[in-house]
């Protein structure tokens, strides 16, 4: 195989490593413990390795996959996708689960080169169903469904 670096590619994947390292970095006051007694900083202990390693993987595909200046559009998607994890944390207490994953979605949804709403209102039906069954039924995580269901 030749190299033939994208610069797409190598980007994403070295701000997913950065962002993995500093959450990490970050996590170290909290106590980990074992997998058969997980402490509060077990879980995002392990979604940050996984995300490191996602970064990894897509920096390793991103030297193979060919030629790509980086853009504007390619700025504007990120600020989008920032943006719409920043709406989600600032909005989850006080709007609730339901409406922050939809604010959330909505709002990363426009980096799409095509906007298509049916799509979008799937992905979110499928986010709210997966995130409600994963946190709060599964692992009892205590966040508000509605604003009224303090």
Request: glycine fraction near 10%; charged fraction near 10%; charge should be positive.
């Amino acid at each position: 195989m030749k190299l033939k670096p994208d610069a797409q590619a190598l980007l994403a994947g070295f701000l997913f490593i950065a962002f993995a390292g500093a959450m990490l970095w970050m996590n170290m006051e909290h106590p980990i413990g074992t997998a058969r007694r997980m402490g509060p900083g077990y879980m995002p202990m392990l979604a940050f390795w996984i995300l490191g390693g996602v970064g990894v993987a897509v920096m390793i595909g991103g030297l193979f996959s060919g030629a790509n200046a980086i853009g504007r559009f390619v700025w504007r998607d990120m600020a989008l996708i920032l943006a719409a994890m920043i709406v989600f944390g600032l909005t989850v207490e006080r709007l609730g689960f339901v409406a922050s994953i939809t604010l959330c979605v909505i709002i990363a949804s426009f980096a799409e080169k095509v906007y298509r709403p049916v799509r979008v209102a799937g992905l979110i039906a499928f986010l709210l169903a997966l995130c409600w069954f994963l946190f709060i039924w599964y692992l009892d995580i205590r966040i508000p469904v509605f604003p009224w269901s303090y």
